[in-house]
């Protein structure tokens, strides 16, 4: 079965410094991995995905996920953390052995704080 | 937003009645999903559905029933609830052709007292 991990429950960063929100993963297969944004009293939004090919993916509001297979890792970044990136991240993963109507499985979430 | 609805948006019952909560989207997807949100467990999975009339149990379904009678409505119905099941709800949709690819809709805050 497919499991995500997120290690960190909280990441504080200074506004203008470069972020990093940690994710693992686990398949049994090859994975397609995802990152979603939450904003209070928001559903989630979609922010990027890894299906196949380059390791680096770019996403919505500047961020990027770096898959790296040999450590099964998708760690989300953005070269400079803004104040409104304030929020709750998570990372959400489905295995491509299974068949196409298998829903994600979802990390804890990590909350960020990037503070002025 | 994916065309995607939740109703009510906020209800407050008391232990031991029904609730159902109504999840409906304009865009004929063919995937929903029932999540719920709470502190300390992300997001887990209730029920999700495939097709009208075809439903699944997720991880965290016991005490909770679902129904899918046409393509647009996917409902989840709690028979008798439970201060445990105090949570907030989301339902998704997943658009075929792009990996499951999840979107969801803006959530239902459930206080059982």
């Known amino acids: 079965a497919q499991s995500v991990a997120q290690p960190e429950d909280q990441v504080n960063v200074a506004e203008g410094n470069p972020l990093t929100v940690k994710c693992t993963y686990s398949v049994s297969g090859n994975p397609y991995l995802f990152w979603y944004v939450q904003y209070p009293n928001r559903g989630l939004q979609f922010l990027l995905k890894?299906?196949?090919?380059?390791?680096l993916v770019k996403g919505s509001y500047g961020f990027e996920a770096e898959f790296n297979k040999s450590q099964t890792s998708f760690h989300l970044k953005k070269p400079s953390a803004l104040v409104s990136d304030s929020a709750l991240y998570f990372c959400?993963?489905?295995?491509?052995?299974?068949?196409?109507?298998?829903?994600?499985?979802f990390g804890k979430g990590t909350r960020l704080s990037v503070i002025a | 937003d994916a065309g995607i609805t939740q109703s009510p948006r906020h209800k407050v019952t008391e232990t031991g009645t029904p609730v159902t909560l109504r999840c409906h989207q304009t865009?004929?997807?063919?995937?929903m999903y029932w999540y719920r949100q709470d502190p300390g467990h992300g997001l887990r999975l209730i029920h999700y559905?495939?097709?009208?009339?075809?439903?699944d149990k997720g991880e965290v379904s016991d005490g909770y029933s679902v129904s899918r009678s046409k393509t647009e409505d996917f409902l989840l119905t709690l028979e008798s609830a439970t201060s445990s099941q105090t949570s907030v709800y989301f339902c998704?949709?997943?658009?075929?052709?792009?990996?499951?690819?999840?979107?969801f809709g803006p959530g239902t805050r459930l206080t059982v007292l």
């Open positions: 865009e004929n997807h063919r995937y």
């Open positions: 890894y299906i196949t090919g380059d390791n």
């Open positions: 959400a993963v489905r295995d491509t052995v299974d068949s196409g109507n298998t829903p994600l499985v």
């Open positions: 998704a949709i997943g658009r075929a052709g792009t990996y499951n690819e999840q979107f």
């Open positions: 559905s495939y097709g009208v009339k075809d439903t």
